[in-house]
């Protein structure tokens, strides 16, 4: 069970790095557009 507890914790901060290297891509593509 703790791995799988860890598996969960491990998921979550994948997923808040691929939020936040979308944000970054994001802005570079405005800031290209502008």
Do not use: C, P
Request: charged share 40%; aromatic share 2%; proline share 0%.
């Amino acid at each position: 069970m703790a791995d799988s507890r860890g598996e969960e914790e491990y998921t979550e901060t994948l997923d808040k790095i691929r939020h936040l290297m979308e944000a970054l891509t994001t802005s570079d593509e405005q800031h290209v557009k502008e």
